[in-house]
């Protein structure tokens, strides 16, 4: 089901309007009593969101047809993103390093018996490392590295990154990354339920919160992506996806 431009609840299996009285907006749900269908209406709220497909895409995004299938290409390029996780990746990577440089001193200690000069002495409180608090200390360390490696990932990622669905013999398969490195989800076609636009929030440390926006594909799971693409990037991929996979 969809809204149309006058706001009405329309059934997308037979394009039937439902009434409002049809439609719980508590329960999240709309019922079209002339086929019987079922939605969501999370899924007709976001399909607002979904502009018609143009002639001219938004800059970075390109559909490729080879004769033999068709691939959805965007790009996640955002100079001003980039700049922002850089300031952000240097700040907390500096920090961390100090640390980083601790661990690493303490552990060449152990193994050697001597700790580099150019290393900061593996001294803890005026001690210095045992085993056991080296230890501890690297795994302490382990999640904000990983978070530090992420950061560099998201740099990237804002400079020449992309997201890619190509479509071909019935098989579909949903890439997010940078050259050939980055994580590929695949899908059944036939199998395709709904393409729609969703937004997700999470609580952060304190009172602050999160929203992140995906382009969902609804198979016999649902695959979330696109969250690193600009909102009209994002927009007009869901809306060409939708126009493949949902004639």
Not at 86 to 112: E, K, P, Q
Not at 196 to 222: N, P, Q, W
Request: net charge positive; charged share 15%; glycine share 10%.
């Amino acid at each position: 089901m969809h809204r149309s431009m006058k706001g009405d609840v329309i059934c997308r299996q037979c394009k039937g309007h439902v009434p409002p009285g049809d439609v719980n907006v508590a329960e999240n749900v709309a019922y079209c009593r002339r086929c019987g269908s079922l939605s969501r209406l999370s899924e007709i709220v976001t399909d607002r969101e979904l502009p018609i497909e143009s002639a001219m895409p938004p800059a970075g995004c390109v559909i490729v047809d080879d004769g033999v299938g068709t691939t959805v290409r965007a790009s996640t390029r955002s100079i001003g993103a980039a700049i922002g996780t850089l300031a952000i990746c240097a700040f907390w990577n500096s920090a961390v390093s100090i640390f980083v440089a601790l661990a690493i001193s303490g552990t060449i200690y152990h193994a050697t018996g001597a700790a580099p000069s150019w290393l900061p002495a593996p001294n803890m409180n005026g001690a210095t490392l045992s085993l056991g608090m080296l230890i501890i200390l690297w795994l302490f360390l382990t999640p904000f590295i990983a978070v530090g490696l992420m950061m560099f990932g998201a740099i990237f990622m804002s400079l020449a990154g992309r997201v890619q669905v190509s479509l071909r013999g019935g098989a579909g398969k949903v890439f997010t990354g940078c050259g050939a490195v980055g994580r590929t989800c695949r899908f059944d076609m036939t199998a395709v339920e709904s393409v729609r636009l969703e937004s997700s929030t999470t609580l952060s440390h304190g009172d602050g919160s999160a929203t992140r926006h995906f382009i969902v594909i609804k198979v016999d799971r649902e695959i979330r992506f696109g969250s690193t693409l600009p909102k009209a990037r994002r927009a007009w991929m869901a809306a060409v996806l939708r126009r493949l996979l949902m004639p």
